[in-house]
């Protein structure tokens, strides 16, 4: 009689246990990115609701004028584009192209009274060498490059020079500013110069 009893009971509870568990409705299906729970304390409601999160890409941008060279082969490639603009200009005689490579009228008045010197060919980038670079200062505005440029390639024999180079920074782009002959000449100065504009 008690073992009839207990089974009952046991019997009883499984069914309850069974009825708690069984799914009531029908179940939703469509995946969802994230599930929020909110439980209310006045009622035993359960409200389950699906939110999207959209992740937006993460962009960084430099400020004109913020960028800091640090290696001596992003200075080299620099300098190298600047003279090539340089020879370009003054192999067409071009003005407006010497302008987009210098920073300072005296630069230009530089580049336009050697117009006429003398080419084996037309400049290339690839003719222009840089190399033996250090780097004198870098900073946001300036830098200031120790280095050799050799356009034997377009110019002829013995066309090797080692120059300072002051480069200054104008709407993010780096600019000549005026060159000196060696390493521990005055050109700090043309650091923190005024540029006045080209005429």
Same mark, same amino acid.
């Given at each position: ?28 299906? =469509?995946? @969802? &990115?994230?599930?929020? !729970? +909110?439980?209310? *304390? %006045? /009622? $035993? #409601?359960? =409200?389950? @609701? &699906?939110?999207?999160? !959209? +992740?937006?890409? *993460? %962009? /960084? $941008? #430099? ?8 290696? +001596? ?127």
């Amino acid at each position: 009689m008690i073992g009839r009893l207990v089974a009952g009971v046991i019997v009883v509870g499984l069914a309850i246990g069974v009825w708690a568990l069984w799914p009531r409705g029908e179940t939703d299906t =469509t995946p @969802a &990115t994230s599930v929020v !729970v +909110v439980a209310t *304390t %006045t /009622t $035993s #409601t359960i =409200t389950i @609701a &699906t939110t999207t999160t !959209v +992740v937006e890409p *993460t %962009t /960084t $941008s #430099t400020l004109p004028g913020s960028h800091v060279v640090a290696t +001596v082969e992003e200075a080299e490639e620099i300098l190298r584009d600047l003279w090539f603009g340089w020879f370009e200009g003054i192999y067409n005689q071009d003005e407006d192209r010497i302008r987009e490579v210098v920073a300072s009228q005296t630069m230009l008045d530089q580049a336009t009274f050697a117009f006429g010197a003398s080419f084996e060919s037309s400049p290339t980038l690839e003719g222009v060498w840089v190399s033996s670079a250090e780097i004198l200062r870098s900073d946001a505005e300036c830098l200031v490059v120790w280095h050799t440029v050799d356009v034997t390639a377009f110019r002829g024999e013995g066309r090797i020079t080692d120059a300072v180079l002051v480069l200054r920074s104008l709407s993010g782009t780096w600019l000549m500013a005026s060159t000196w002959v060696h390493r521990g000449d005055l050109w700090e100065s043309d650091c923190v110069a005024q540029l006045e504009p080209l005429s």
